[in-house]
């Protein structure tokens, strides 16, 4: 049954905002201009939050409770808008859904009250990447764009303005996706799914449902970008299919390929991203050089061809497409090369929170590797990388809680020792490596343990890169 928030949200209705992070506070402004009766449930304490917040709040007449969040104030509401890092399953909120109360997340205001078509990226690793990357490839085909959603502006932020942009281009996790309501994405965007998240979700298996339910409310004309080389896609479209009589979507599956599947829509050759007819599956109609920028690594080969599919869909030409190509610039944190010292290369993947983030980039390295791993497990174990450091993994220093699990997940494997703090592993890390290998940070887990977070984690490790090098100069 089709809900229409536009009608619920009507002057005077109960909104409960659940949740007073980046989002939590976007969408109060985004329900400012609707004139509805404001609450807000914050689980923090009240000392936690900003001064300017708290008065700004005040000031709006909007009610705040911290410390919790109370039955008596969720039930009370008309409908619940919920923040991306608050579980669904809560008490207060289960029983609110039996009782019929709207529980939806930012996500989910898309369908009543966005103009302009959207985007929608997902997966477990490189959403930001590739969701920037459209974003430039949109512009550079002179379309005005926003670029926001789990990365740097919120929806309900874009909502709460002019909307003004032709395109709207979203970065999108699981957890907005579990709370997305009717949320139909001109173009939806799957680049991989491995595990992460355990400790929220009941089972991998949940976490996939939750990650292909970008798909679930588009139509015919829509489209679905997808990774036909990833397994647990391949297997969702398998299970799909046997359940909806061979069609497992209702939109228009443009699948890619680094290693030149069969009948997908583009493939990887060389440096060039081969692009396929719609009709014609295999046969090469467009190619895109990547030769000469961070592109024509793996696993950035992969998200161009997201990207470029997703922007052929919107209309943008190849002519248009191939200039923003080679003036790209990868976001920080990202396979990102420090420095090189005595023949060997130093990179800052911090952004590798999860097993299958360094798997990734365990796999588009060239040269043997010498791992900087650890920090707060995340669950799902660190198994599935055992083959890559049989193949490439010179050594590795393990940091942070986990280090004890790692080293014993790779202990027949490689080389390993410990380090205490970024400073310690750097060093040793350097005296294992050979001229010509490359230290890699990409720990496979969260940072709060060591760090404030993985931006943070990356740059403490530059920091102990750079002062290695002025060591090496002396």
Not at 39 to 46: K, L, N, T, Y
Not at 365 to 379: E, T
Not at 383 to 395: H, N
Request: net charge negative; glycine share 10%; hydrophobic share 40%.
């Amino acid at each position: 049954m089709s809900t229409n928030l536009k009608e619920i949200l009507q002057p005077g209705a109960h909104v409960v905002v659940v949740g007073l992070g980046k989002s939590g506070v976007s969408a109060v402004r985004f329900l400012l201009n609707l004139g509805v009766k404001i609450s807000v449930s914050e689980g923090g304490r009240q000392e936690n939050l900003e001064g300017d917040l708290v008065r700004w709040l005040k000031e709006k007449r909007v009610f705040v409770e911290t410390g919790g969040h109370t039955s008596e104030l969720l039930h009370s509401a008309d409908c619940i808008l919920v923040s991306p890092g608050v579980p669904l399953g809560i008490e207060p909120l289960a029983t609110a859904r039996q009782k019929g109360i709207p529980v939806v997340g930012e996500l989910a205001l898309a369908k009543d009250f966005l103009k302009a078509p959207v985007v929608a990226v997902t997966g477990t690793n490189g959403k930001s990447t590739v969701t920037t990357l459209i974003g430039d490839l949109l512009r550079g085909s002179n379309k005005k764009v926003f670029v926001g959603g789990n990365i740097g502006i919120p929806l309900a932020e874009y909502l709460a303005g002019e909307q003004d942009c032709e395109v709207v281009v979203l970065e999108v996790s699981s957890f907005q996706l579990d709370s997305a309501g009717e949320f139909r994405p001109r173009v939806g965007v799957v680049l991989n799914i491995t595990p992460d998240h355990l400790d929220r979700y009941a089972s991998y298996e949940e976490y996939v449902e939750s990650k292909m339910s970008i798909f679930k409310n588009q139509q015919p004309e829509d489209i679905a970008v997808l990774n036909g080389d990833d397994p647990a896609i391949a297997k969702w479209l398998t299970d799909a299919a046997a359940r909806k009589n061979n069609r497992p979507l209702a939109s228009v599956m443009r699948e890619y390929s680094s290693g030149g599947k069969g009948g997908t829509a583009a493939y990887v050759s060389g440096t060039r991203v081969c692009v396929a007819a719609e009709d014609m599956p295999g046969s090469v109609i467009e190619e895109y050089e990547l030769s000469g920028t961070p592109l024509a690594q793996s696993p950035n080969s992969e998200n161009a061809m997201a990207a470029i599919l997703a922007v052929r869909a919107m209309g943008c030409s190849p002519e248009a497409i191939r200039k923003s190509l080679s003036g790209f610039s990868p976001l920080p944190h990202r396979l990102a090369l420090v420095a090189e010292i005595n023949g060997v290369s130093y990179y800052d993947d911090s952004k590798a929170t999860n097993v299958g983030a360094v798997y990734s980039a365990l796999g588009g390295m060239q040269q043997p590797v010498v791992l900087i791993a650890g920090g707060r497990d995340k669950g799902g174990g660190y198994e599935m990388l055992l083959p890559l450091v049989k193949e490439k993994v010179r050594g590795m220093v393990l940091i942070g809680e986990a280090r004890e699990a790692i080293a014993k997940t790779f202990s027949n494997a490689t080389r390993i020792a410990f380090a205490e703090e970024m400073e310690e592993a750097v060093q040793l890390a350097g005296k294992m490596a050979e001229k010509g290998d490359a230290v890699l940070l990409s720990p496979a887990c969260a940072s709060f343990d060591m760090f404030r977070s993985y931006s943070h984690r990356g740059e403490v490790f530059t920091q102990a890169v750079s002062r290695l090098e002025r060591q090496e100069r002396r």
